[in-house]
């Protein structure tokens, strides 16, 4: 444990965290949780303890936002694959369970077979990953070496090109929607160009609405503690879609007691609630009712 717990008052919002290669997202988490005192903590969208980049750490009513921020939002992935080695879990961090020739594959057959990742598509998820078969994790079934059910999931992916090709390395960048194994497209790859593939190096650049130019250094958020509340983004930074509308008194008492205010301001289907002095109180959504537009209090942001 921390020798020298520094309790900072309960935040609300997000810490845009650059984690760093090795831990994982839990135990970065709870580092903050002892170091800075931070009870009510979670994060959005997990990365492997091979990869590094953005991870949204939500604090307070900040974790209230996980469906949203996880849901709707793009994310932006920089790669490094070996083209002719295949592991048990898709990654470095695996056994080697095959290697193969690749004399055979050029440049451009590499560019193509990434090209192709664009689109909709059925994605198998890796035997080792935290999805759940008959509410177990597969990589519990996995280790204990026992048969794990091939899954697969629908997934996005907007944007894929090569950065970089250097046999039988190469380096690529997607676009993608949220819940995206990006194990699963360097596996895919391998199967493809019939050689095998394993991801080696696995960077997030980007995680809706947040890019690596906003992150924090996890070393520098724990040094310097005092200046904590000052990194965290608040709720309304995370939302900077939504649209944003103030309450009187009155109106804020309403929420609270859960009621639905009458439709006013553009027409969008999301927006965020704030008081007199610009805190959230609410998370809303238009909805309709015999012909009339409301806003249908979604979730309250208060304890």
């Known amino acids: ?28 988490i709870a580092k903050i949780k002892r170091r800075l005192g931070q009870k009510k903590i ?14 949204l750490v939500l604090l307070g009513q900040g974790t209230k936002l996980s469906g949203h921020l996880m849901g709707g939002g793009e994310k932006i992935y920089a790669g490094t694959v070996r083209l002719g080695q295949t592991t048990d879990t898709w990654d470095a961090e695996g056994k080697i369970i095959a290697e193969s020739d690749t004399s055979f594959v050029t440049p451009a057959m590499v560019a193509e077979a990434v090209s192709l990742f664009v689109g909709e598509t059925a994605q198998e998820v890796p035997p080792y990953s935290a999805a759940k078969h008959e509410g177990k ?11 794990v059910p091939v899954r697969t999931k629908t997934v996005h992916v907007t944007h894929a090109a090569v950065e ?13 929607g949220s819940g995206t194994y990006i194990r699963s497209l360097a596996h895919s790859l391998g199967i493809r160009l019939r050689c095998g593939a394993t991801l080696t190096e696995l960077t997030r650049e980007y995680s809706h609405p947040f890019g690596l130019e906003h992150a924090h250094d996890l070393d520098e958020v724990l040094a310097e503690p005092e200046v904590f509340a000052e990194r965290v983004a608040s709720i309304a930074d995370a939302l900077p879609a939504w649209q944003r509308i103030r309450l009187d008194e009155s109106e804020v008492a309403l929420v609270r007691n859960g009621a639905a205010l009458p439709f006013r301001g553009e027409v969008t289907d999301y927006a965020l609630l704030e008081d007199r002095n610009g805190t959230a109180v609410a998370l809303a959504k238009r909805a309709e009712r015999s012909g009339l537009s409301f806003w249908g209090i979604e979730r309250g942001l208060w304890n």
């Open 164 to 176: 970089w090709i250097d046999l039988p390395y190469f380096r690529f960048r997607v676009a993608c």
């Open 42 to 55: 979670g994060h959005a969208g997990t990365l492997d303890p091979m990869a590094s980049g953005v991870l």
């Open 137 to 147: 994790p597969l990589y519990a079934l996995a280790r204990k070496g026992l048969d």
């Open 1 to 28: 444990m921390d020798k020298n717990p520094f309790f900072c008052p309960q935040q609300d919002g997000v810490l845009v965290l650059k984690k760093p290669k090795g831990p994982t997202s839990a135990a970065c």
